[in-house]
T-cell receptor
Framework: ETGVTQSPTHLIKTRGQQVTLRCSSQ?????VSWYQQALGQGPQFIFQ???????GRGNFPPRFSGLQFPNYSSELNVNALELDDSALYLC???????????????FGPGTRLTVL | GQNIDQPTEMTATEGAIVQINCTYQ??????LFWYQQHAGEAPTFLSY????GLEEKGRFSSFLSRSKGYSYLLLKELQMKDSASYLC?????????????FGRGTSLIVHP
């Protein structure tokens, strides 16, 4: 148990639709990162938020956007879904600021998104 | 960008020792992480190296050589429950923010 929860667990959408995935971190975890993990691959960094501001972004198009809220929850929004967006979406939180001495990340269980 | 290489799959015997290698190329190295991921589960943190040398934590140790762009994870006294994917991740700070890049993972199979 990492204390990080994600909802929903599974989701099925069709191409062109929009989706919002949610993550709830532990109290005091001001840094949250989102990852996309395709089957058989390592997680790919989407973006990171620190104290409600985007703090770094990976190689993902603008239709991937996010929000972080003061209550340690966050959202990943994906617009205009494509078939290749089918993956496991992981959020990870950390009590350390970005680039901190350990920056240990605690991952949530993930949301499995299927785009048909 | 970054490039991280690790073997796709390894097998080992229960009770043995296994070393999983990771090589990387990055312009703004800011730390290397190892994670364990069981099938269908989220990754869990194993180790962090930012300076050269060996970090030991129980049965697991991780080594880093920044000049060689090389790390390894050493697992001793292997147990069946160690069968999992092991992910090497490098954090880069060259762009002013901290961007982690994960390798594809090494699937370790421990057999009796």
């Amino acid at each position: 148990e990492t204390g990080v929860t994600q909802s929903p667990t599974h989701l099925i959408k069709t191409r062109g639709q929009q989706v919002t995935l949610r993550c709830s971190s532990q109290s005091g975890h001001n840094t949250v990162s989102w990852y996309q993990q395709a089957l058989g691959q390592g997680p790919q960094f989407i973006f990171q938020y620190y104290r409600e501001e985007e703090n770094g972004r990976g190689n993902f198009p603008p239709r991937f956007s996010g929000l972080q809220f003061p209550n340690y929850s966050s959202e990943l929004n994906v617009n205009a879904l494509e078939l290749d967006d089918s993956a496991l979406y992981l959020c990870a939180s950390s009590p350390a600021p970005p680039g901190g001495s350990t920056d240990t990340q605690y991952f949530g269980p993930g949301t499995r998104l299927t785009v048909l | 960008g970054q490039n991280i290489d690790q073997p796709t799959e390894m097998t080992a015997t229960e009770g043995a020792i296994v070393q999983i290698n990771c090589t990387y190329q990055t312009s703004g190295f800011n730390g290397l992480f190892w994670y364990q991921q069981h099938a269908g589960e989220a990754p869990t943190f194993l180790s962090y190296n930012v300076l050269d040398g060996l970090e030991e934590k129980g049965r697991f140790s991780s080594f880093l050589s920044r000049s060689k762009g090389y790390s390894y994870l050493l697992l001793k006294e292997l147990q069946m429950k160690d069968s999992a994917s092991y992910l090497c991740a490098v954090r880069d700070a060259s762009g002013g923010s901290y961007i982690p890049t994960f390798g594809r993972g090494t699937s370790l199979i421990v057999h009796p």
